[in-house]
């Protein structure tokens, strides 16, 4: 018997490489069966849907306030996409080495030749290793302490601020992938702009504290900087306005006062970036998934899970309509 799987609309635009409108015009002329499930449609696909040539969309995660939540993210929403059939790559540009070590791999095992520091030596992207969590497929070019030497290097080369980014488009795996997230280390350092200056666009997670906003001034200005710098050099289009394509305000705790203010102060920030919902502060859930290795939404509740659910389909409405 063969078996039929749903798809939501907003998976399936991606996955054929159309637009939800169109998509939505073809269901309501009858060319395209779909069901309607409370407020949101899926298309009913029997087999896998064939993919045209597609490249993948880098984005890095990045702030330099120190666990702001950008390794967990890059974690959460790299398994999301992974498990939505999506094909995840996840780069560690951090010499702490968390997302390589969260990911059930041992960084005082990985060797340099298979960290940026490959790259920083200009012998382009290291092969990356898979990694399977909960039955779902997703590639790392995992880190080690080492990396830590990329800072001093990447002044000293010319253009060496771009050798990621040049890296990932000589080495063909944008054509492997549909997305890329690279995880930067807590610093605007050579490495955090090497990390930076890669992708298509910033995913900012936004700790909601004071400390959270006084960090959003810099990231937003050297955010500047960059767009500046790949526009200078062509890379992304003269009109493009935003380099942050995403803000996530993380650790919430709605009980505190302090909390309800920030996140306030922050959404009426709308002109610094879409804003997705605030992530909640759950520290057993979040230690629990770094402990067995896994993401956040296999260990913890549907509560969690729905958070996470909510941002990648935020995260994919938006990249849809990317600029980049
Ligand atoms: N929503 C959350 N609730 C509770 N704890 C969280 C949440 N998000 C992340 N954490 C925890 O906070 C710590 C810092 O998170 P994480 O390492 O992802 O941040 P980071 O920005 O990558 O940090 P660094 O700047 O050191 O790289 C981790 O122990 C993580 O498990
Ligand atoms: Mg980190």
Known sequence: MRQEKLIPLIEYARLTDTPESTLRLQIRA???????LGRYWYVPVENEIPTPNRHAKV???FTHAGGAGKTSLARDLGFELA???HRVLLIDADPQANLTAWLGLDPGEIEDKA???FVVEGKGLPEPQAAVLERVALDLVPANMNLALAEVTVPTKTLGMMLLRTALHESGVLEQYDFVLVDS????????AMAALAGDGLIVPVETSAKGIQALRAVVEVSRDYLKTLKALRFVPQTRSQFIVLLV??????RTLQDRKVKQLLEKAESLGPWAKALS?????YKE???RALPVQAVGDGRLREEIRALSETFLHLTQEDLA
């Open 281 to 285: 502060c759950r520290p057993g859930p």
């Open 249 to 254: 305000p993380t650790k919430y705790d709605p």
């Open 115 to 117: 960290t940026l520091l």
């Open 185 to 192: 280390p807590p610093s605007l350092g050579s490495i955090a």
């Open 59 to 61: 984005y890095t995660l």
């Open 30 to 36: 009858g060319r395209l069966k779909a069901i309607r």
């Open 83 to 85: 498990s939505l059939g």
């Open 289 to 291: 998934a770094i402990d």
